[in-house]
């Protein structure tokens, strides 16, 4: 498994990761605190697309994709005081 974030407290996108394409699975979990986290893809690194509203969660929360090859992150927004969010691919 790729992790995203791992106890994330503020809001931030993670490092973006090499997807070669296919069928995956986004998780993610933890004390959200008014945050949401989204999976984000890019076909250059640079322009940074939301996969879709079934990939963003308020609360823990897995979601399915398929995607051709591209570049996935994570970003967390929103974050409150007590937010400690992890995201996992």
Wanted: charged fraction near 15%.
């Amino acid at each position: 498994m790729t992790a995203f974030f791992q106890a994330a407290a503020a809001d931030e996108s993670s490092a973006p990761v090499d997807w070669s394409g296919g069928t995956g699975t986004f998780w993610a979990w933890g004390e959200f605190d008014g945050a949401s986290v989204t999976l984000e893809a890019s076909p250059d690194g640079e322009n940074w697309f939301a996969v879709g509203t079934s990939l963003q969660f308020g609360e823990k929360g897995v979601g399915a994709f398929a995607l051709g090859p591209c570049k996935l992150r994570a970003t967390l927004s929103g974050a409150g005081v007590a937010t400690s969010v992890s995201a996992r691919l």
